[in-house]
């Protein structure tokens, strides 16, 4: 029996008994999601309310709820927000997406935990087909986007990788974004402040 068919229901037993934020799934095992801070979740809606507009019909962007579960690579994600036909939600049942539901994924780093977002991730999200990866730093005040899933020597990797600061214009997956719209966890103000 392969880690994700034992540790899945562990996984979502875990999330019910301890009204978790979200549990990830992969190779390295369950993962337990703290809840974010205010800046993280105000870069995620910035974000959503910039995608919304340039969505086409029938698209949306969904922020916060939805895991990618994709039992082919063994891995579970709950990324802060990802670009996704509406008839993905229309489903019956749990908000569980397809990884082929999903356009671009789009993460907020954490302070606790940037590695999830930066190692762990740029390799999930290849190996489950996902076109376009956005990292969001507000602890670097830093956007990166990967692009292009393509299978190399040691697997499934993003080809293109786009570096920007804060208040760059940023394209990804062909939408354009502001970056001045989001805020670093700690400016100058508060840092003196302490």
Do not use: C, W
Not at 145 to 168: E, I, K, L, Q
């Amino acid at each position: 029996m392969r880690p994700y068919d034992r540790l899945r229901p562990t996984a979502i037993e875990i999330m019910e008994r301890l009204d978790a934020y979200g549990v990830e799934l992969d190779d390295q095992g369950v993962h337990v999601m703290t809840s974010p801070v205010n800046r993280h979740e105000l870069a995620t809606s910035r974000l959503q309310r910039q995608l919304q507009p340039q969505l086409a019909s029938g698209m949306l962007a969904h922020a916060g709820t939805a895991e990618i579960d994709d039992p082919i690579t063994g891995r579970m994600r709950k990324p802060d927000l990802v670009v996704i036909p509406e008839a993905a939600l229309e489903r019956p049942g749990e908000t569980y997406l397809r990884p082929a539901d999903v356009e671009l994924v789009a993460e907020v780093v954490s302070e606790p935990n940037p590695d999830n977002d930066y190692e762990r991730k740029t390799v999930d999200y290849p190996a489950m087909g996902i076109p376009t990866y956005m990292i969001i730093d507000p602890r670097k005040s830093t956007v990166t986007v990967f692009s292009g899933p393509a299978r190399g020597p040691d697997g499934m990797r993003y080809r293109v990788r786009h570096d920007y600061v804060f208040g760059d214009e940023v394209t990804a997956g062909g939408y354009t974004i502001d970056s001045g719209r989001f805020l670093p966890y700690e400016d100058a103000e508060t840092s003196n402040e302490r």
